[in-house]
């Protein structure tokens, strides 16, 4: 029940504050702010994690049906130089900040890594560093991006 009423509550709040990706977004504050307050500490069935996962992973697989290979094998050249780029980023980023805060460089990789939340969750755990501290980078990272593409995407098309 606390599942639906923040994804409804969410959505109307998204769609009131005029938030981007506000179906999102919207269930993401809502659920965070009850978290916060205290009045909850609930979490989706692992079966319903699951269950999204293989929808959307089909959703975006069907995308490429029909795609040629020589495309798919461009894609995937293209994906690995921008994962490199990033990870080089993340490092340099790690390095700067392990040398001014008290935080070792491992913990900073892992907390602003280009990776999956659940992904990075899960390595942080393995390795026994904080998992809220990877978790928390990774969902204000998320909220930022969110927040600024709209911004920088209309900026980006007034000048064309």
């Known amino acids: ?3 639906i009423a923040t994804a409804l509550a969410g959505a109307l709040l998204g769609h009131v504050l005029r938030l981007p990706a506000r179906l ?10 009850l978290h916060v307050l205290g009045w909850t500490r609930f979490a989706p069935a692992f079966e319903v994690v699951s269950f999204a996962q293989l929808v959307l992973g089909t959703t975006i697989g069907c995308r490429f ?3 040629a290979p020589r495309e798919i094998f461009r894609i995937l050249v293209l994906s690995l130089g921008t994962t490199v780029i990033l990870l080089t980023i993340t490092a340099a980023f790690a390095t700067g900040v ?3 805060s008290s ?6 990789l892992l907390a602003y890594s280009p ?3 659940a992904e990075m969750s899960l390595v ?6 904080e998992v809220t501290f990877v978790a928390a980078h990774h969902i204000i990272r998320v909220f930022i991006v969110m927040i600024a593409a709209a911004p920088v995407l209309t900026l980006r098309h007034r000048r064309r």
């Not at 999102?24 to 702010?33: F, I, N």
């Not at 935080?103 to 900073?108: E, I, K, R, T």
């Not at 942080?124 to 560093?129: K, M, R, V, Y």
């Open 1 to 3: 029940m606390w599942l």
């Open 24 to 33: 999102l977004l919207g269930p993401m504050l809502v659920r965070a702010l």
């Open 65 to 67: 049906a029909g795609t």
């Open 98 to 100: 392990s040398s001014i």
């Open 103 to 108: 935080y070792s460089q491992v913990p900073l």
């Open 115 to 117: 990776g999956g939340l």
């Open 124 to 129: 942080a755990l393995s390795l026994g560093i």
